[in-house]
């Protein structure tokens, strides 16, 4: 599975960015897909992920109520709709995504930057 991502740029804080992430190749094998971030100087955190069946979402504390985390099954692509963007939001951002029947994220695309300035 190859997966890329797309969407990120320089926003003000308050503004508003949407992240794509694509996904290729054996994409039946996929059990879940999510985004990771990580800020300069700091480890990778979850952020979100969404199980690709039945679409359940799962949320970091620090992006509830601002990011949502959608799917489109027939294009293979998970979105990241970033809301009430804060420059604590400011990271690299990568997808991810999960084989079946394993909680490991075994696929990573490479990452995109998102910088909100205050």
């Known amino acids: 599975v190859q997966l890329q991502a797309s969407g990120g740029g320089l926003v003000q804080a308050g503004g508003s960015l949407r992240l794509s992430c694509a996904a290729s190749?054996?994409?039946?094998?996929?059990?879940?897909m999510g985004w990771f971030r990580q800020a300069p100087g700091k480890e990778r955190e979850f952020v979100t992920h969404?199980?690709?069946?039945?679409?359940?979402?799962f949320y970091a504390d620090s992006v509830k109520g601002r990011f949502t985390i959608s799917r489109d099954k027939a294009e293979n692509t998970v979105y990241l709709q970033m809301d009430s963007l804060k420059p604590e939001d400011t990271a690299v951002y990568h997808c991810?995504?999960?084989?079946?029947?394993?909680?490991?994220?075994?696929?990573w695309g490479q990452g995109t930057l998102v910088t909100v300035s205050s």
């Open positions: 969404i199980t690709w069946s039945a679409g359940s979402t």
């Open positions: 991810a995504a999960q084989r079946r029947f394993s909680t490991q994220w075994h696929y």
């Open positions: 190749g054996r994409t039946s094998s996929i059990n879940a």
